[in-house]
């Protein structure tokens, strides 16, 4: 069973849906699909792949730091893409979370759709304790 108190829910809406924006269980720090969204839940950067990527690495950012760490702690990354021509369009946004470390294990997956259609990409992470 994992220990709740090493749950992570930063905003409001993570206790509504029911969820925890990141978990610790033992070494491993399983972070929650993230989205573009503000604390009620409202997406934002509609349209632009690019922006909602930036929002979604600063979520994860601010996730790692809240643990002590930081990308190159990320050992696996899943991308779901309501389009992957998109995708490549906002990259860049993902180049740079990841500049001057090695990238984590990762896999992309084309979607039919997210849980609201603004929303244009999730990624979800996993991060080992190394320290």
Known sequence: MVDI???????????????????????????????????????????????????????????????GLDPTDIVKETIYVTDMDKFFDGAQARADFYQGVVPPAATGVEINRLVNTDFMIEIEAIAYFNR
């Open 5 to 67: 108190d090493k749950a992570f829910r930063p905003r409001p809406i993570e206790n509504d849906y029911g969820f925890s924006q990141a978990v610790r269980a033992g070494d491993f720090l399983f972070i929650s699909g993230c989205v573009s969204w503000d604390d009620d839940g409202t997406p934002t950067n509609v349209g632009d792949m690019g922006a909602q990527m930036r929002s979604i690495y600063a979520d994860i950012g601010r996730t790692l730091k809240h643990h």
